[in-house]
């Protein structure tokens, strides 16, 4: 028998580290990477450990993360394709999503010194 997990994924915002992480059974299993401007929070990254992935863990952690989000009186920027692609199937996010320009993914790469 393989061990389950015994507790609801709960996901949090680690702000000093500009992501929001899942964590299942106390244990980091992804993350969804972020970065401000000025009323924007552009996602650019969203991975789920090998060990966690094929569970719908990245549904809820991009959901939950997105909920903040609107709370918060911010809009959602989707340069990660895998928000990009949550947000194509969850129209609810519509009104608080703003397109990604040229001008967001050059301020993003300086913000990421790439």
Known sequence: MSE??????VVRQVD???RYEILVDGHRAGLTAY???DDQRVF???EIGDA???RGLAAILVEQALTHVRASGKRIVPVCPYVAK????HGEFADITDPVTPEVR???DAQLGR
């Open 106 to 108: 050059t301020w993003l």
């Open 35 to 37: 970065r401000d401007r």
């Open 44 to 46: 650019f990254h969203t």
């Open 16 to 18: 000093d580290r500009h």
């Open 86 to 89: 949550f947000l194509t199937q």
């Open 52 to 54: 966690h992935a094929g």
């Open 4 to 9: 389950q997990t015994t507790t609801a994924p």
